[in-house]
């Protein structure tokens, strides 16, 4: 593709996290230094807000880093998020042909779509469409998630964060719980549907501090009542009190949720079941079968929007990968998603690259084999090893009130 000169359009989608503005704040950087962008436009609730024209202009921020700075450390999605799934381009051309239309109102040049799995499907739909197009126009995805789980990345952007959030709350519940003598079962669950990664954090702390997670079970492996209660009672003849991280999406051989029973059986636009209530089913369990004193903690949104605790490794990389995003298309690509390749080697590193869109949308990357242990009730220290780089560094919280400082976007 030759140089085009135009506007750039980015927006938010699907969960959000507490990096997620931090790479919103990449594109604006990248858009700043480029002589091809004329005016950057932010769709407000992804791609609802483009249908919409519910547009604002963002050049505003343009070599504003005290501003930029604040909404790095920003929680949410500052443009607002959807969960929107585009119609097959066979079956509503007529969709794509009004997209386009906006885009060609707006002049819109550039588009970059900040998001996980489902939002790398809109993404590849557009750049699918765009080759039926007469309109030149650059489609690229930008990943996010918590979940960890996009192909062809080493790890995604708000993972991080994510992570360090779990790794410290399990460190500080296993403090808690460790004051007393009386036989106890805390069971923590993370948000993870089909892949465990949030859910590998909590075996952090045991493995450098020695306190913190003693089961961890991930969706994976099939789940096992009967062996889940031996775990459990092994474990307390080790000590008093048995800290377990499990997976909200964890199920049995059958397929079936082991939090079934608490959830509504309620879809989102792409099919995804809303999950819920394991922990507290698994509380009931335990109950049952041992009869000591147990309870559940549902750590929910936190894991997401915990900006006070983020990771300066991840903040940093969003920042980057959100730049990296820019260059690409500014290089003339179209249809691909910035990723990250970690080097091999002692220390940490990584280098940014872009992969097809087409082979992550959709897709769900797992937690490896290698990652989990035989018996299938924690992780190994591979897995830690994988994570502890990305939970590295703090940033600098500005506090006003005893409060941090949050930015909201015009």
């Not at 889940?228 to 059958?254: M, Q, T």
Request: aromatic fraction near 8%.
């Amino acid at each position: 593709m030759s140089t085009v000169r135009g506007n750039a359009i980015v927006g938010q989608s699907g969960g959000p996290t507490s990096a997620i503005n931090a790479t919103l704040s990449g594109v604006i950087r990248g858009a700043s230094l480029s002589d091809s962008i004329d005016k950057l436009y932010g769709m407000v609730n992804g791609v609802e807000g483009l249908l919409n024209k519910s547009i604002i202009d963002l050049s505003y921020l343009f070599g504003d880093d005290d501003n930029l700075n604040a909404l790095e450390l920003t929680p949410a999605s500052a443009l607002g998020s959807c969960r929107k799934k585009l119609p097959k381009i066979e079956d509503d051309e007529e969709f794509y042909k009004n997209v386009f239309a906006i885009f060609k109102e707006y002049n819109i040049r550039y588009f970059f779509y900040i998001g996980g799995n489902d939002s790398m499907d809109t993404v590849d739909k557009l750049s699918k469409y765009s080759k039926k197009s007469d309109y030149e126009i650059r489609i690229i995805g930008v990943p996010k998630t918590i979940d960890n789980d996009l192909p062809m990345i080493d790890h995604a952007p708000g993972f991080g964060s994510a992570a360090k959030f779990i790794a410290t709350t399990i460190k500080e519940i296993a403090a808690d719980c460790a004051v007393y003598t009386t036989k106890a079962v805390t069971i923590v669950e993370m948000m993870g549907r089909d892949a465990g990664w949030l859910t590998c954090a909590a075996a952090l702390p045991k493995y450098y501090d020695g306190l913190g997670a003693d089961l961890i079970y991930l969706p994976e492996k099939p789940f096992d009542d009967d062996k889940f209660i031996s775990d459990v009672k092994n474990e307390l003849k080790k000590h008093p009190n048995v800290v377990v991280a499990v997976s909200e999406g964890i199920r049995y051989e059958n397929g079936n949720y082991v939090g079934a029973s608490n959830q509504s059986g309620a879809v989102d636009v792409f099919g995804h079941k809303y999950l819920a209530g394991t922990a507290k089913n698994l509380e009931a369990l335990v109950k049952k079968e041992i009869g000591c004193k147990v309870r559940s903690v549902e750590l929910n949104l936190p894991q997401r929007c915990s900006a006070h605790l983020v990771s300066a490794t991840d903040i940093d990389e969003s920042i980057s990968i959100g730049r990296h995003a820019v260059k690409i298309a500014l290089d003339g690509k179209s249809g691909e998603m910035a990723s990250i390749i970690r080097v091999s080697g002692i220390e940490y590193k990584t280098e940014l690259t872009s992969v097809p869109v087409c082979e992550v949308a959709n897709n769900v990357k797992l937690v490896p084999n290698e990652y989990i242990n035989e018996k299938g009730n924690n992780v190994t220290r591979e897995c830690v090893e994988y994570i502890i780089p990305l939970i590295q560094g703090e940033k600098n919280i500005i506090y006003k009130n005893g409060m941090p400082t949050h930015i909201r976007l015009k």
